[in-house]
């Protein structure tokens, strides 16, 4: 089981989208007005009750595997079907704070320092004071450079430069030992309010710590990172320290899905579902949650796991009504929806100085390219499409929408290579580009993008490959 599967299968609290959606703005209030007093606690119906922030820990324990029951495979999908990634919940509201005792950090038992003994600790090396000053001055330490004192010679130092090798094994070095005195922080000041700065301040220390050797590869760490998360949540749901530390969670999700300059798809999943986990629970950080469930949606897109764009998408439509994260989000929902259903809101001036409208394509398959003059694969993909249209003449038709801000370079372009299709571009250059009004309106950023409308003038595809034009084009002929 791969490590991605952490944000995916293993304890992971996470809503039915569907019933969210249309029950959103009532939970979110509740949650609001008792936001000091209850939590929601979900579990997911496998073989056994599961709990919160799990996801990131099921992979970090197995073997490479796909993902199961999450939809592993890219899919076209409509509305309908934006919900059924999740199998059916339970959700219990449960009231007063927990106490917790998850990983390695341990919020249950009483402190080791009483508050009258606060101020006589301020001299101790091993008060939370003194154990942050260390931190603080591991973190500040160049890592390629060590000091170490000069033998027979008291307070004397030299300096000893670090190979590369030597520097990345330090920087390990001082993040395992940043973990260990995090850890005795919080252990001191869990139960005390005086000491509230200093334990969020080593909850921030050890979630970063944890989040960059995990990123390293250290699977462990990453585990450790999800269970403290779920010990702050039970511990407080409204607290720093529970947000910090799921946010640490999320980061570590979106690394991982952008590793190497490349989206890894089960990471790309799994980071959806965490990115719409934290929505959730942390209802307040609107900003935050709705930028993640958003990139979120984008990264799902591009890799043609459309089902889980559109739930990222709706989450956000339903969760920030009047928002401009709505509205970024409105387009690419109105797309979506097109699969199944009648085009009719679609057309534009072209190039040659007429007007578009798919009413003369009636009774044809058309195809619906976005494209602009600069896109390598859109080149790559003309032979492919000129190929259709040889073989089906009459039945096949082609329309452009160009997304070039420069004239010129879409005109030499459709010269070039002899396209016979109507294109629509706007004299009007602010309508151009990313200003497109059809693009807009639909949300499409990307090019090349390719739709299907089969000969009934219905929406077979909002994301189709070239690789499946001929399939697509015979099933839409025999409908």
Same mark, same amino acid.
């Given at each position: ?50 709990? +919160? *922030? ?19 495979? +890219? ?25 917790? %005792? ?12 009483? +508050? ?116 702050? *949540? ?120 007429? %007007? ?26 003309? +032979? ?96």
């Amino acid at each position: 089981m791969q490590f991605a599967q952490v944000i995916s299968n293993l304890q992971y609290r996470r809503f039915q989208d569907e019933n969210v959606i249309r029950h959103k703005q009532g939970w979110i209030a509740m949650l609001k007005w008792n936001s000091l007093r209850h939590q929601f606690q979900l579990a997911i119906r496998r073989n056994s009750w599961t709990s +919160p *922030f799990s996801l990131l820990s099921c992979a970090l324990l197995g073997t490479v595997a796909g993902l199961t029951g999450c939809g592993s495979s +890219p899919r076209e999908t409509t509305s309908d079907s934006a919900a059924t990634e999740v199998e059916q919940v339970a959700t219990e509201l449960v009231e007063g704070k927990r106490t917790a %005792h998850r990983g390695d950090i341990e919020l249950t038992s009483a402190s080791s320092v009483q +508050p009258e003994e606060l101020s006589a600790s301020q001299a101790d090396p091993t008060s939370p004071e003194a154990l942050l000053n260390e931190i603080a001055r591991l973190r500040a330490a160049p890592l390629d450079l060590l000091k170490q004192p000069v033998t027979g010679q008291k307070g004397m130092f030299e300096e000893i430069q670090l190979t590369p090798e030597q520097a990345e094994a330090e920087k390990v070095r001082r993040a395992q030992r940043i973990i260990q005195l995090s850890t005795q922080i919080i252990a001191r000041t869990h139960n005390q309010p005086a000491q509230e700065q200093a334990f969020n301040n080593a909850v921030h220390l050890l979630t970063d710590a944890r989040m960059q050797l995990a990123l390293a590869g250290d699977e462990q760490q990453g585990k450790l990172l999800t269970e403290n998360a779920e010990s702050l *949540f039970q511990r407080d749901p409204t607290s720093f320290a529970a947000m910090e530390s799921a946010s640490r969670v999320l980061q570590l999700a979106q690394a991982k899905a952008n590793g190497s300059g490349q989206q890894d798809p089960q990471w790309t999943l799994a980071f959806a579902r965490q990115a719409r986990l934290f929505a959730a629970n942390f209802p307040q950080e609107t900003h935050r949650a709705a930028v993640n469930v958003l990139a979120a949606g984008r990264m799902c897109e591009e890799l043609g796991y459309l089902s889980e764009a559109e739930t990222c998408l709706a989450w956000v439509e339903q969760g920030f009504p009047e928002t401009p994260f709505a509205e970024q989000a409105s387009g690419p929902l109105r797309r979506f929806r097109l699969v199944g259903s009648p085009l009719t809101e679609f057309g534009g001036p072209t190039m040659n100085g007429g %007007h578009l409208s798919l009413q003369k394509f009636q009774g044809q398959t058309v195809l619906i390219a976005f494209w602009a003059a600069d896109s390598q694969k859109f080149r790559e993909d003309l +032979p492919k499409i000129m190929a259709a249209q040889r073989r089906y003449p009459n039945r096949f038709a082609v329309i452009g929408v160009n997304m070039d801000k420069d004239e010129q370079a879409a005109q030499a372009l459709v010269r070039r290579a002899s396209l016979d299709w109507p294109q629509i571009f706007y004299s009007d250059a602010g309508k151009r580009g990313e200003y497109n009004l059809v693009a807009r309106h639909y949300g499409v950023t990307d090019v090349p993008q390719y739709w299907l409308l089969d000969s009934q003038g219905i929406v077979r595809s909002v994301n189709l490959s070239m690789n499946d034009l001929d399939q697509a084009i015979v099933r839409s002929l025999t409908r």
